[in-house]
T-cell receptor
């Protein structure tokens, strides 16, 4: 069964600090891994998308890593801001014929950035 | 439109009533997805439409759930005889389908969701 597990479940950090969120998955056949940010009351917004051959990808203060061997990904947030407070969702795609995606979503890490 | 639009944003209904949730995807996006997000749970896949192909309904939890996509654009998710466990946020997403081979790296654009509360 395809599964995506995220840790920690929730995290509180002070503004300006860095943090790292973890994602472990058992999805086959692996196609790509995405990190989404979901603000309260909003739909998820894509931060990064990584394929099998990519080890790291950055989007501003967000840096995602992928180790396809150990089936682990991390999302590192640098110099956190209050606006980073959100749920961060790891999504792993299994390739299916026809170009569509079978996505498995993690339950998310709820990040709160405080003054 | 500029983004994925969903309506209503909030719906409160009584147990046993039928509800319809609407999704207007980004113009030109051929793929449309419905997900359900319950409190403290990950997004649960419901149904996927891609062009004129038969939809993937494998995620629909029961025969009370159905969805249509008319003219390859707007989609309606219908829940009949609602139950309290149907209470959740129903999210719609759309994407371009690229590659045409296994696992296109499509970026999904989500709507803000429709929050359904069944009393």
């Amino acid at each position: 069964k395809n599964q995506v597990e995220q840790s920690p479940q929730s995290l509180i950090i002070l503004e300006g600090k860095n943090c790292t969120l973890q994602c472990n998955y058992t999805v086959s056949p692996f196609s790509n891994l995405r990190w989404y940010k979901q603000d309260t009351g909003r739909g998820p917004v894509s931060l990064t998308i990584m394929t099998f051959s990519e080890n790291t990808k950055s989007n501003g203060r967000y840096t995602a890593t992928l180790d396809a061997d150990t089936k682990q990904s991390s999302l590192h947030i640098t110099a956190s801001q209050l606006s980073d407070s959100a749920s961060y969702i790891c999504v792993v795609s299994a390739g299916i014929t026809g170009g569509g995606n079978k996505l498995t979503f993690g339950t998310g890490t709820q990040l709160k950035v405080e003054l | 439109g500029a983004g994925v639009s969903q309506s209503p944003s909030n719906k409160v209904t009584e147990k046993g009533k039928d509800v319809e949730l609407r999704c207007d995807p980004i113009s030109g996006h051929t793929a449309l997805y419905w997900y359900r997000q319950s409190l403290g749970q990950g997004l649960e896949f419901l149904i996927y439409f891609q062009g004129n192909s038969a939809p993937d309904k494998s995620g629909l939890p029961s025969d009370r759930f159905s969805a249509e996509r008319t003219g390859g654009s707007v989609s309606t998710l219908t829940i009949q005889r609602t139950q309290q466990e149907d209470s959740a946020v129903y999210l719609c997403a759309s994407s371009l389908v690229t590659g045409g081979t296994l696992g296109g790296a499509n970026v999904l654009t989500f709507g803000a969701g429709s929050r359904l509360t069944v009393l």
